[in-house]
T-cell receptor
């Protein structure tokens, strides 16, 4: 089942903060976050494996809740370079190994 | 650095044509994937392969087939292109062994924007 991301789109001014959420009705094996800039391939940002985990640095970080059903990506003091589409992804562990991505969040940072 | 390359960045084909999209990775990864990306729908898995000559259907395999004759190369084939196959196609690879260790991190190619007229 595809993880659901919210919001679908967000517009920020430089320096503002944003939070992107990734939710699932079932516990996720792991959560990966990717960013895709316009016209480019998605690029891996970080992975969270454990419930309650928090990861990243001051500007871009992520958390995974205890039940492993929700992850949030935090973008602090956003920069123009943060613009792009953000995806969460997870590995489906029942049946054949497969990778599933969330619906995506378009983020635009304005000067 | 892992490198995943795709044969074309842009492709324009006519309805009914047979279309080949090629993907090559240079890191000896076990798994390779083909996705299509459409606005509002995110990335959807078409097919993946976990070994040479092995393939598994993803979520939207209809109208597509794949070929993996060599470990580094994974081809997506549109047997008879249709206008609803106009999309961005992304290839990716991961290291992860099926039953063992490795990384699930997906390494993506630059994508092929296919237009079917």
């Amino acid at each position: 089942q595809q993880p659901v991301q919210s919001p679908q789109a967000v517009i920020l001014r430089e320096g503002e903060d944003a939070v992107i959420n990734c939710s699932s009705s079932k516990a996720l094996y792991s959560v990966h976050w990717y960013r895709q800039k316009h016209g480019e391939a998605p690029v891996f940002l970080m992975i969270l494996l454990k419930g309650g985990e928090q990861k990243g640095h001051e500007k871009i970080s992520a958390s995974f809740n205890e039940k492993k059903q929700q992850s949030s990506l935090y973008l602090t003091a956003s920069q123009l370079s943060y613009s792009g589409t953000y995806f969460c992804g997870t590995v489906k562990t029942s049946g054949t190994y497969k990778y599933i991505f969330g619906t995506g969040t378009r983020l635009k940072v304005l000067a | 650095d892992v490198k995943v390359t795709q044969s074309s960045r842009y492709l324009v084909k006519r309805t009914g044509e047979k279309v080949f999209l090629e993907c090559v990775q240079d890191m000896d990864h076990e798994n390779m994937f083909w996705y299509r990306q459409d606005p509002g729908l995110g990335l959807r898995l078409i097919y993946f392969s976990y070994d040479v000559k092995m393939k598994e259907k993803g979520d939207i395999p209809e109208g597509y087939s794949v070929s993996r004759e060599k470990k580094e190369r994974f081809s997506l084939i549109l047997e008879s292109a249709s206008t609803n196959q106009t999309s961005m196609y992304l290839c990716a690879s991961t290291e992860r062994r099926l039953w063992g260790q490795g990384s699930d991190t997906q390494y993506f190619g630059p994508g092929t924007r296919l237009t079917v007229l």
